[in-house]
């Protein structure tokens, strides 16, 4: 069965110090990973795709990686406002369906 | 450039009334759409997809129920609300291009009294 596993669940980091947030996913041939940022309230924003394993996208200070079993965002020197949830999303290969999982709430502290 | 609309924002309505959900996209062609539901602290639960006019695969059986009367709307409907329908509903699209990138709308919020 396909599925999506984030953590952590929820992460607090000051203001400037950079982290790593975990997606790690089991799917039937990968046609996609997907990463959101979702603001309380709101629906959630597209940030990146990946396609296949050693591929890496950038957007001002985050970075997205990914393997054969996982996704990594990482989140360079953090400020206030990147605090959101976090989703990441995986497409099977032959599907139109997007798995998601439950998501990481990121609170940065000036 | 594309958007996608979703209306009402916020909904409160007792439990066993009807319910009417409306998704609109502007500025792209045949795309696919979906309805999830999201629970508080809970990720995205997949309910309908669609792929095309009239067509509509479902996800979960409950007392949901999805259609796609025109290329770019989609509506989610109940006949009957319960306490359990409450949560953030989201419409979302996809592009054909290739990339199945896929992009949500603003969302509304269902709260069943």
């Known amino acids: 069965e396909d599925q999506v596993t984030q953590s952590p669940e929820a992460l607090r980091l000051q203001e400037g110090e950079s982290s790593s947030l975990n997606c790690s996913y089991t799917?039937?041939?990968?046609?996609?990973l997907f990463w959101y940022r979702q603001d309380p309230g709101k629906g959630p924003e597209f940030l990146f795709t990946?396609?296949?394993a050693g591929e890496e996208k950038e957007k001002e200070r985050l970075k997205a990686t990914l393997t054969k079993k996982e996704s990594f965002l990482h989140i360079t020197a953090p400020k206030p406002e990147d605090s959101a949830t976090y989703l990441c999303?995986?497409?099977?290969?032959?599907?139109?369906?997007?798995?998601f999982g439950t998501g990481t709430r990121l609170k940065v502290l000036a | 450039s594309q958007t996608i609309h979703q209306w009402p924002a916020t909904l409160v309505q007792p439990v066993g009334s009807p319910l009417s959900l409306e998704c609109t996209v502007e500025?792209?062609?045949?795309?696919?759409l979906y309805w999830y539901r999201q629970a508080a602290g809970r990720g995205l639960q997949l309910l309908f997809y669609?792929?095309?006019?009239?067509?509509i695969s479902s996800e979960v059986p409950q007392n949901l129920s999805a259609s796609r009367p025109q290329d770019r709307q989609f509506i989610l409907s109940s006949k009957k609300l319960l306490l359990s329908d409450s949560g953030f509903y989201l419409c979302?699209?996809?592009?054909?291009?290739?990339?199945?990138?896929?992009?949500f709308g603003p969302g509304t919020r269902l709260t069943v009294l």
């Open positions: 979302a699209w996809t592009t054909l291009d290739g990339n199945n990138e896929q992009f």
């Open positions: 500025g792209t062609s045949n795309p696919n």
């Open positions: 799917v039937s041939g990968l046609r996609g």
């Open positions: 669609s792929v095309g006019i009239g067509q």
């Open positions: 999303a995986v497409q099977a290969a032959g599907t139109y369906k997007y798995i």
């Open positions: 990946l396609y296949s």
